[in-house]
């Protein structure tokens, strides 16, 4: 299985600030990527997803980035907002796997 | 709105006793997933359902059960339950199988409580 963990298990940012939350992996062979966003009371949600042949990913004001190297990967908020706040998971699939191993999440708190 | 129900929104039992947690899917979807959230867990993997077939097993406890039924709603039954089953249960569903791009939409969960 997938061994996904967070580094930093809260983050404070100022409104207008960017945001960058951080991922790490143990296992070489992930090849699926997903970041999941979690308001509170509500269910995760979808928010961007990458593939190991690429190493980077922009949607809209989130990018993400992974370094296959030192197996890590991370989210990138634009102009972060208040709305932004919420808690932030990785999720990695590895060749062959149906089901996401989820990290443990990092809360973003966003101070207007 | 990702469009996948839960019910019952909380639920409050005691221990030793069987609670069951209903989930209805995405319309078109065919895969039911159900997750465990606690604090000290994080999102667990608990079970998949596909077009009513078991598809993937995670580290579901023996006291837990679910099926999938022919109009694709699932149940999880939870049974001698105990005071560390207290977490948030969430379904998910997705259009597919499972695996890449295969989007899993997350219900807004059912939150046990067990005293």
């Known amino acids: 299985g997938e061994n996904v963990g967070l580094h930093l298990p809260t983050l404070s940012v100022q409104e207008g600030d960017n945001s960058i939350i951080n991922c790490a992996y143990s296992?070489?062979?992930?090849?699926?990527f997903i970041w999941y966003k979690q308001e509170s009371g509500k269910g995760p949600q979808f928010i961007i997803d990458i593939r190991s042949n690429m190493d980077k990913r922009q949607g809209q004001r989130v990018t993400v980035l992974l370094n296959k190297t030192v197996k890590h990967l991370s989210l990138q908020i634009a102009a972060t907002q208040p709305g932004d706040s919420a808690v932030y998971f990785c999720?990695?699939?590895?060749?062959?796997?149906?089901?996401?191993?989820f990290g443990r999440g990092t809360s973003l708190i966003v101070h207007p | 709105d990702s469009g996948v129900t839960q019910t019952p929104k909380h639920l409050i039992t005691a221990t030793g006793q069987r609670v069951t947690l209903r989930c209805s899917p995405r319309?078109?979807?065919?895969?039911v997933y159900w997750y465990q959230q606690s604090l000290d867990q994080g999102l667990q993997f608990l079970i998949q359902y596909y077009n009513g077939e078991e598809r993937a097993k995670g580290n579901i406890l023996e006291r837990f059960s679910a099926q999938q039924f022919p109009d694709l709603h699932s149940e999880l039954n939870l049974s001698s339950l105990e005071l560390g089953d207290s977490a948030l249960y969430f379904c998910?569903?997705?259009?597919?199988?499972?695996?890449?791009?295969?989007?899993?939409?997350f219900g807004p969960g059912t939150r046990l409580t067990v005293l």
């Open positions: 319309s078109g979807d065919l895969s």
């Open positions: 296992n070489s062979a992930s090849d699926y």
């Open positions: 998910a569903s997705s259009e597919g199988a499972g695996g890449p791009y295969n989007e899993q939409f």
């Open positions: 999720a990695g699939l590895s060749g062959g796997s149906y089901i996401p191993t």
